[in-house]
């Protein structure tokens, strides 16, 4: 790794044709490494997401099993009326 960017490094230095290459090597590096870093971010994203959708559908069914157990409750005190 570290020959590859002492030759990066000399070939800018010494101009022409091989530094534009080496140029275009080095910026072609940090566009891949900057999109890895923000897929990760979109991942890490996705998944907060998605525990915020599961969370909310089991306070869903949690809200609806509670207000059929009310439903119940109510049914058997005016049964008893």
């Known amino acids: 790794m570290d020959d590859i960017i002492k030759l990066l490094i ?3 230095l010494q101009g022409g044709p091989g530094a534009i290459v ?3 090597i080095v910026l072609i ?3 891949l490494w900057d999109r890895r870093s923000l897929v990760q971010k ?3 994203k996705d998944a907060k997401i998605e525990k915020i959708i ?3 559908f089991k306070g869903t069914s ?3 099993e ?4 009310l ?3 109510l049914a058997e005190i005016k049964g008893k009326l």
């Open 10 to 12: 000399s070939t800018t």
């Open 62 to 64: 949690t809200i609806a």
């Open 22 to 24: 080496a140029l275009l």
């Open 42 to 44: 979109i991942d890490q």
């Open 71 to 73: 439903k119940v409750v």
């Open 29 to 31: 590096g940090l566009l």
């Open 66 to 69: 509670a207000l059929n157990g």
């Open 54 to 56: 599961e969370d909310y």
